[in-house]
């Protein structure tokens, strides 16, 4: 892999979808709790990060991505019934976590994890909405490069640590992380 074009980015910016011809905020990541990441990892949209990493800090900015750059359009496929007994925990199904509305974390046949919202709790099956939530919308992003510099070495290997499901993705040791340790200190 080359690292030599992994730009450490940090944006804050308003997140717009349109319904009905109004701009509806949906997200917002502020300058006191920013957006993160490392370009060239695959860990936010390619459109996304390729209207973001030639931009300097201080840059100001607002772009459209289209659904289908974004998260592919509305599927019906992907809403389906799914056995209630999946849902049990100890013999009893999971009435505090599954009810319409609830995003609930999934993971499918291969291993892969994915978000699913709950749509109806029926007698006998739960009706699932596997889309992405902003499936089939365009997203309107707005906002101001916070920071933009070349990422070091630690830091890339720390966001690989936990894209893997290792440590806890900051550069320092498991122990460190189990201490508390990461806290703050490894940006």
């Given at each position: 892999?080359?690292?030599?074009?992994?730009?450490?980015?940090?944006?804050?910016?308003?997140?717009?979808?349109?319904?009905?011809?109004?701009?509806?905020?949906?997200?917002?990541?502020?300058?006191?709790?920013?957006?993160?990441?490392i370009s060239g990892?695959?860990t936010t949209l390619?459109?996304?990060e390729n209207e973001?990493?030639?931009?300097?800090?201080?840059?100001?900015?607002?772009?459209?991505?289209?659904?289908?750059?974004?998260?592919?359009?509305?599927?019906?496929?992907?809403?389906?019934?799914?056995?209630?007994?999946?849902?049990?925990?100890?013999?009893?199904?999971?009435?505090?976590?599954?009810?319409?509305?609830?995003?609930?974390?999934?993971?499918?046949?291969?291993?892969?994890?994915?978000?699913?919202?709950?749509?109806?709790?029926?007698?006998?099956?739960?009706?699932?909405?596997?889309?992405?939530?902003?499936?089939?919308?365009?997203?309107?992003?707005?906002?101001?490069?916070?920071?933009?510099?070349?990422?070091?070495?630690?830091?890339?290997?720390?966001?690989?640590?936990?894209?893997?499901?290792?440590?806890?993705?900051?550069?320092?040791?498991?122990?460190?992380?189990?201490?508390?340790?990461?806290?703050?200190?490894?940006?």
């Amino acid at each position: 892999m080359d690292t030599t074009s992994n730009k450490n980015i940090t944006v804050s910016y308003e997140l717009y979808v349109t319904e009905d011809g109004e701009r509806e905020l949906v997200e917002k990541a502020t300058k006191e709790q920013p957006f993160q990441f490392i370009s060239g990892l695959g860990t936010t949209l390619d459109a996304f990060e390729n209207e973001l990493k030639d931009l300097n800090t201080g840059d100001k900015f607002e772009f459209t991505i289209p659904s289908d750059q974004a998260y592919g359009e509305y599927s019906e496929e992907h809403v389906v019934d799914l056995p209630k007994n999946i849902f049990e925990v100890d013999g009893k199904f999971d009435t505090d976590q599954i009810y319409p509305g609830n995003v609930v974390p999934m993971m499918t046949a291969d291993g892969g994890r994915i978000n699913g919202t709950v749509e109806e709790v029926k007698d006998d099956v739960v009706v699932m909405d596997l889309n992405h939530p902003l499936a089939g919308d365009d997203l309107t992003f707005i906002g101001e490069v916070l920071e933009s510099r070349p990422a070091t070495n630690d830091e890339i290997q720390g966001m690989l640590n936990m894209m893997s499901g290792e440590g806890c993705g900051c550069g320092c040791d498991d122990k460190d992380c189990e201490e508390g340790g990461c806290g703050g200190g490894c940006h």
